[in-house]
């Protein structure tokens, strides 16, 4: 069988205003149809660029060199006019950050029913109605609920896994042949991640789709790949069969890299040591409510959630994307207004409160915010964005201190010197997590609202991230509301654990207790959806889950 998507001799340089970056040198792939080719490496590594090399979806900034043959055609040769009409039916792409590929001026809806007017489906032009009737049906299809209204909604009214479902529900509506899945599951909690896993697994078994999967998630590549490609700077160092690669891999960097996996039971990077001194946070029966609009009603996002935050201590948050993790952690930094019930942090009053008395506290939080890529000021360098809370609370320091301990932070976060001068868009998603750690502890923070802190992070910066994160709060002793997906994860760093689901809190507890023994049945669900990054024993976990679900 030929390839469907053959890559040879890629080479991919990139202008600069310190001279060329050679981002991908010589690559060579085939994907056949119906296969699910993952490619995983840690950021930098040209995973990406590679994947958007297919559609030609290059800055202006870019040479690139070599065949990209898709489905009998090189894409390197094509015209803008043909890539159009190849963009979207013969291969679609599922961006890594969904808040960045959605358009904030418009309803979802239109969104994906743009790319289905943009093209024939069955050989006709489909009429408005229709497109509409197929939005909805691709949004109920990745789970998105009530989408019947919710597809006249704005992108910033979904949370970032909602978005990230918008996206893939874009890229399916016109069934490509090739789906490109660039970190697809990256702001998917684990529920959620299985169902969109077994969406892609389905594309594949009924629609004979071919899937290039990039991603740092060694579960998902043992959960849905066929075969396994693993780039280092730029170049290809293994490539090979799932079962051959997690159980004899060659190379000593896909070692490190399997090494490195995070696995629920694992070693406990922190242990929490109680303190005699008053919570920093405290949260009793607190209620976030969002007002409704003409025809929409309010929504509660939060609802009768009680828990405190001891000085000192890191308190691990899951739940389903919606759950309103991120909104208690936007609440606890003031950056949304609580509505009901009480909020107290450090020692300030968050219902009602004024943003002139809680100014001065603000240096004692520090966030971390899931969506790197849009928290940061576009026209600021790397440097100049770590150094803005410095300028703001510690101008007393001076340029010198400044630039000084901007070099530290990055340095800490494993980001070269070169990158201070860099603008985000030309860090890689996993760097702009890492420089967003960086700004998050800038001025020595009390608290620090880590929402999704290695979310966007391949499993070998995952864990030099994680044991600075351990090493820098050992030093500091700074608290910590650690929200996650990943349970593996929240087993590393967190003493306590609380468990979200639909707004409402249904289970906490000591988070070895929670994991080892969950008793409520959304927190079990969650357990038998954390994939195994082992081919043999993820396919009977696979199983289990299924069970499960029907069961519920």
Not at 7 to 23: E, K, Q
Not at 422 to 449: C, D, M, N, T, Y
Not at 537 to 544: C, L, N, S
Request: net charge positive.
């Amino acid at each position: 069988m030929s390839d469907l998507l053959s890559i040879t001799d890629l080479r991919v340089t990139f202008a600069t205003d310190s001279g060329p970056v050679d981002a991908v040198s010589g690559v060579s792939l085939g994907l056949k149809k119906g296969e699910i080719l993952a490619i995983v490496g840690e950021s930098g590594s040209g995973k990406s660029v590679t994947s958007k090399s297919v559609l030609r979806m290059l800055p202006e900034t870019s040479t690139v060199t070599g065949t990209v043959m898709l489905n009998g055609q090189n894409v390197v040769d094509l015209t803008r006019e043909q890539l159009r009409q190849v963009r979207g039916s013969d291969a679609a792409m599922v961006f890594q950050e969904p808040s960045t590929a959605l358009n904030p001026v418009f309803p979802i809806g239109w969104q994906i029913s743009e790319g289905l007017r943009a093209h024939k489906v069955d050989g006709k032009r489909i009429s408005k109605k229709a497109a509409r009737q197929k939005a909805i049906a691709m949004l109920e299809n990745v789970g998105i609920p009530d989408a019947s209204q919710r597809i006249d909604y704005f992108p910033h009214q979904f949370s970032g896994g909602q978005k990230q479902r918008i996206v893939i529900a874009a890229a399916l509506a016109l069934a490509p042949k090739l789906i490109i899945a660039d970190e697809p599951t990256t702001a998917l909690d684990v529920t959620v991640q299985a169902e969109i896993l077994q969406l892609l697994r389905d594309c594949r078994d009924n629609l004979g789709a071919s899937i290039l999967l990039i991603t740092h998630n060694m579960g998902v590549v043992a959960d849905l790949a066929d075969k396994v490609a693993v780039m280092l700077n730029g170049k290809l160092v293994e490539v090979g069969d799932v079962n051959q690669i997690f159980a004899n891999p060659q190379h000593e960097y896909t070692k490190k890299l399997l090494n490195a996996v995070p696995k629920i039971g694992g070693t406990r990077r922190l242990d929490y040591k109680p303190q005699a001194s008053s919570p920093l946070v405290v949260a009793q029966n607190l209620v976030i409510e969002y007002p409704g609009r003409l025809n929409t009603p309010a929504f509660k996002a939060v609802n009768d959630v009680s828990f405190e935050i001891q000085a000192g201590e890191v308190l691990g948050l899951v739940g389903e994307s919606g759950s309103g993790k991120t909104t208690i952690g936007r609440a606890i930094a003031g950056l949304t207004r609580s509505t009901g019930g009480s909020l107290r942090v450090v020692g300030q009053e968050m219902v009602g409160f004024r943003e002139r008395k809680f100014k001065k506290y603000r240096k004692e939080i520090g966030f971390v915010f899931q969506d790197p890529a849009s928290s940061f000021n576009p026209l600021l360098t790397i440097e100049q964005c770590i150094a803005e809370p410095l300028l703001i609370h510690s101008r007393e320091l001076g340029e010198a201190k400044i630039k000084e301990r901007v070099a530290f932070l990055l340095d800490a976060v494993q980001l070269p010197n070169a990158a201070a001068e860099r603008f985000p868009h030309e860090l890689s998603g996993g760097q702009r997590q890492r420089a967003s750690l960086a700004r998050a502890l800038a001025l020595k923070p009390s608290l620090v609202i880590a929402d999704e802190p290695t979310s966007a992070l391949d499993v070998s910066v995952q864990a030099k991230v994680l044991d600075l994160f351990a090493e820098i709060q050992k030093e500091f002793n700074f608290a910590s509301l650690f929200i996650t997906h990943d349970l593996a994860v929240v087993d590393q760093v967190a003493d306590r654990l609380l468990v979200l689901y639909k707004g409402q809190l249904v289970e906490e507890g000591k988070t070895k207790t929670v994991l080892s023994n969950p008793q409520h049945p959304y927190t079990q669900r969650l357990l038998a959806s954390h994939p195994i990054p082992d081919p043999q024993k993820q396919a009977i976990h696979r199983q289990k889950l299924i069970r499960l679900i029907s069961e519920s």
